[in-house]
């Protein structure tokens, strides 16, 4: 993505200063980070580092100790309920497990939002759940249920959900965790479009070096509470910054 100096300014998910703890064990300390409109932005970070509190802060399933939280100008602490519910409809959020209902087919789960949050007739969800389904390619889960499906598939089912409502916003919680290379190249490519076809904004954890390397504009390692070494995923792959270095050569792609 090519930002114009305007572009810069839009951002739309703020972080300043933001602290959380659980107990006696601090996650984030002094967390800070602007996501600008239409920008994809990747967290690496070791297991338990505190990548997804963070995108539960996003989402206002987490509140801060300390610090801010801006949404889209909203601040996540303050605001009101409803809008909170308006907000959230803006967004999507792909679980780092692809948290599908076992009872329910795969397009009754893609159409639970839409159910929950819209007054469509149920042709016209059969229809956008069609639709999510065949961009994610896996148009014949649609009377399936979970434990029919692959790990690889069930993650596309999680990715349909998460994009019924056409958010605006995406928090991808590790989208190519688990499955193989194959499958991963072609979930990242998906996400890689849902930014340039719909300027989308996305958020993504993961633990891949070939999805920085597909979807993110920009990248940082989240490590300490604080996110470090924020830059375009080529230079920070290049980068000789011992702890990333280190970092980095863990990892296996
Ligand atoms: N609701 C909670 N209550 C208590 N501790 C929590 C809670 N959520 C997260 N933690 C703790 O916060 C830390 C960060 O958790 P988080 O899930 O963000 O890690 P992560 O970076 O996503 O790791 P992974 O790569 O393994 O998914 C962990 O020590 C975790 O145990
Ligand atoms: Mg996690």
Redo the contacts with the bound molecule.
């Keep these: 993505m090519t930002m114009t100096p305007e572009k810069q300014d839009d951002v739309i998910i703020r972080f300043a200063g933001v602290h959380?703890a659980?107990?006696k064990?601090q996650?984030l300390a002094g967390l800070d980070l602007d996501i600008h409109r239409g920008e994809t932005f990747c967290i690496m970070?070791?297991?338990?580092?505190?990548?997804?509190?963070?995108?539960?802060h996003v989402i206002g399933l987490?509140k801060q100790d300390a610090g801010t939280v801006e949404v889209d100008g909203h601040d996540m602490a303050t605001i009101p309920r409803k809008e909170l519910v308006a907000l959230r409809s803006r967004m999507g959020y792909v679980f780092?497990e692809a948290a599908l209902l076992n009872w329910l087919t795969a397009g009754a789960n893609v159409a639970l939002p839409l159910r929950e949050t819209t007054k469509f007739t149920e042709a016209e969800i059969e229809q956008k759940v069609r639709e999510k389904l065949e961009l994610v390619r896996v148009p014949d889960a649609y009377e399936k249920l979970p434990s029919e499906l692959s790990g690889g598939m069930k993650k596309r089912v999680g990715l349909a959900r998460a994009l019924i409502t056409d958010p605006e916003i995406i928090l991808y919680?590790?989208p190519t965790a688990g499955l193989d290379p194959e499958i991963s190249s072609s979930i990242n490519h998906t996400i890689r479009e849902l930014a340039d076809r719909l300027h989308v904004t996305g958020l993504v954890?993961t633990?891949h070096i070939g999805c920085i390397k597909i979807v993110g504009d920009r990248v940082g390692l989240?490590d300490g509470g604080t996110l470090n070494y924020i830059s375009t995923p080529a230079e920070f792959l290049a980068s000789k910054e011992p702890r990333l270095v280190r970092f980095l050569g863990d990892r296996l792609d």
Excluded: A, I, M, N
């Excluded at 970070?45 to 539960?56: A, E, H």
């Design positions: 959380k659980f107990g064990r996650v970070g070791p297991s338990g580092c505190g990548k997804s509190v963070t995108l539960r987490l780092q919680d590790e954890v633990h989240l």
